[in-house]
């Protein structure tokens, strides 16, 4: 199942940045993913997540912010930093440096 | 085995985490094409980051979704496979058998606000991008899930039909006759841009960004990469003067043409001798509808 997750992310990110309207308005339903609400406190974490998110958490909170906000709405740098209030430069550099310091922690080289 | 830069890693890492923009996307998947190397570290960062959608909800598709697939694949009625895949992420787990540790648990509070600011105000213009985004998702992974329920039954009906966008292009868009891209590297270099006459597939490269002169026994090399393709295919050498015309791109199907990537690497003087990319590109993007040109047109 995961690999279906990744290959519909990315196929949903191609879609959003090219700025295409994927369906008509009205049949956009109102059951959207965004709007559900999380419920993993009731379901059981898989090792990989609970690591993951060990490896999120030494962050410091707003970058643990920014990532996960990055990954569950499918931002782009500049919507991110609309967000913050920065510049997507600034986005670009937080991102940057919170993706590789928790590198070594995820076990990637 | 190749040793890839901190810069290289942050581009795949961002690919992973989706934050890059059209151009950077069609770069990155370039490379990944090119440079298998490359490819494994952006295929470990999917992994790593994948876990993530564990602590989404499951969405039901709408219920007209099952209707536009079987439409969309030609399926016919009696073949319809009534039970989807279940994942064991909707599996609810009872209150009582709580596991989270305590670095989920902090997190928790940091999911719900980023959850709660979508829910409230999305920052740009289009007021529904991360309502839309979500929506995608759900949408595509209800497709991909139906695809492997069809395929002892359909395998050659995989491909093009099950794309969810094209009726609306052609609705609300007049129809282009050009086509444009930008070679670029992120979102301030622009190196060199393409114009495609879409009946002529006539290509015209004009440079903007990059040097006249790449170096010493250096030429620009402009590739066409796409999934339909056994190998990156040139379009030939540019970039020696303001204004390159080719002709190269007839001999490739329409399809692909409008949706390839193409990319322009640094190659020893005229080109690559093996007909192949030799090294990264330097730049790429993807070409986008000149809708303006269309309704320029227009009396």
Redesign the interface.
């Given at each position: 199942?995961?690999?279906?997750?990744?290959?519909?992310?990315?196929?949903?990110?191609?879609?959003?940045?090219?700025g295409?309207?994927?369906?008509?308005e009205e049949?956009?339903?109102a059951?959207?993913?965004?709007?559900?609400?999380?419920?993993?406190?009731?379901?059981?974490?898989?090792d990989?997540?609970?690591r993951?998110?060990?490896c999120?958490?030494q962050l410091d909170?707003s970058r643990?912010?920014l990532?996960?906000?990055?990954?569950?709405?499918?931002?782009?740098?500049?919507?991110?930093a609309?967000?913050f209030g920065e510049t997507?430069f600034v986005?670009k550099n937080w991102?940057?440096d919170g993706?590789?310091d928790i590198?070594p922690c995820?076990?990637?080289s | 085995m190749t040793i890839y830069s901190?810069d290289h890693?942050?581009l795949a890492?961002?690919y992973a985490?989706?934050?890059?923009?059209?151009d950077e996307?069609a770069l990155v998947e370039t490379m990944m094409i090119v440079d298998t190397g490359f490819l494994a570290v952006v295929e470990?960062?999917?992994?790593?980051?994948?876990?993530?959608?564990?602590?989404?909800?499951?969405?039901?598709p709408?219920s007209?979704l099952w209707e536009k697939i079987k439409t969309a694949t030609g399926l016919p009625e009696q073949r319809v496979p009534t039970v989807l895949?279940e994942?064991?992420?909707e599996?609810?787990?009872?209150?009582s058998?709580?596991?989270?540790?305590e670095?989920?648990g902090?997190?928790?509070s940091?999911?719900?606000?980023?959850?709660e600011?979508?829910?409230a105000k999305?920052?740009?213009q289009r007021p529904?991008?991360?309502?839309?985004?979500?929506?995608?998702?759900?949408?595509?992974?209800a497709?991909?899930?139906a695809i492997?329920g069809l395929q002892s039954y359909h395998p050659t009906l995989l491909p093009e039909g099950l794309r969810?966008?094209p009726?609306?292009?052609e609705?609300?868009t007049p129809a282009p006759t050009q086509l444009i891209g930008v070679m670029q590297r992120g979102?301030y270099e622009p190196a060199f841009i393409l114009t495609v006459d879409k009946q002529t597939r006539g290509l015209t490269v004009r440079r903007v960004g990059a040097s006249p002169e790449p170096g010493a026994d250096k030429s620009y090399e402009l590739w066409i990469v796409s999934s339909k393709l056994p190998k990156p295919g040139s379009l030939g050498v540019i970039g020696e003067s303001d204004f390159v015309t080719l002709n190269s791109l007839s001999k490739f199907d329409t399809d692909i043409v409008d949706n390839a990537t193409y990319a322009v690497t640094l190659e020893q003087k005229g080109g690559s001798p093996s007909g192949a990319p030799t090294v990264n590109p330097l730049w790429a993007g993807?070409l986008?509808a000149n809708t303006q040109a269309a309704s320029a047109q227009k009396p």
């Open positions: 199942m995961t690999w279906i997750i990744t290959i519909a992310r990315h196929r949903a990110l191609d879609i959003v940045r090219k295409i309207d994927p369906l008509p049949e956009q339903g059951d959207s993913a965004a709007d559900a609400p999380i419920h993993f406190s009731r379901q059981e974490m898989t990989e997540l609970k993951l998110l060990e999120v958490g909170p643990q912010k990532v996960l906000m990055a990954y569950y709405n499918g931002w782009s740098r500049e919507q991110l609309e967000k997507p986005v991102l940057r993706l590789l590198r995820l076990g990637l | 901190d890693i942050a890492a961002e985490l989706g934050t890059l923009d059209a996307r470990s960062w999917d992994r790593k980051l994948a876990p993530l959608h564990e602590m989404v909800g499951s969405v039901e709408p007209d895949p994942s064991e992420s599996k609810p787990m009872s209150e058998n709580e596991t989270s540790s670095a989920s902090e997190m928790q940091v999911v719900a606000a980023a959850n600011d979508v829910a999305p920052p740009r529904s991008a991360g309502y839309m985004f979500g929506w995608l998702m759900t949408a595509i992974a497709c991909l899930a492997i969810i966008k009726k609306i292009v609705v609300k979102a993807k986008f």
